[in-house]
């Protein structure tokens, strides 16, 4: 089994940053793209961004410029540097990583979810 935790969310005032981390542990091999999702309340889950294992990037088009994704490849780590924060970032955020088992089976997982709230 693999297990991915988030951190790191919190209350702020629009304008300012907050760092998200996510970190996967259990029966893994290796582990590819590592993504970012949100969902506010009474929409859908959406993409924010992805990272593949050899660290190319890719945003929504609403956070570009704005968040910065990276990863941690010997720590099975991604993170999410939020700057410039507005209200309408407020969400839930989830990690996502597809991960290579032990068993050499490949699938995705999903952490929990951190609330970001921004204030205005």
């Known amino acids: 089994q693999v297990q991915l935790v988030e951190s790191g969310g919190g209350l702020v005032q629009a304008g300012g940053s907050l760092r998200l981390s996510c970190t996967a542990s259990?029966?893994?091999?290796?582990?590819?793209?590592m993504d970012w999702h949100r969902q506010a309340p009474g929409k859908q889950r959406e993409f924010v961004a992805t990272?593949?294992?050899?660290?190319?990037?890719n945003y929504a088009a609403s956070v570009k410029g704005r968040f910065t994704v990276s990863r941690d490849n010997a720590k099975n780590t991604v993170y999410l540097q939020m700057n410039s924060l507005k209200p309408e970032d407020t969400a839930v955020y989830y990690c996502?990583?597809?991960?290579?088992?032990?068993?050499?089976?490949?699938?995705?997982?999903w952490g929990q979810g951190t609330q970001v709230t921004v204030s205005s």
């Open positions: 996502a990583a597809t991960v290579t088992s032990t068993a050499r089976s490949i699938r995705p997982y």
């Open positions: 259990g029966s893994i091999f290796s582990i590819n793209n």
């Open positions: 990272i593949t294992r050899g660290s190319s990037t």
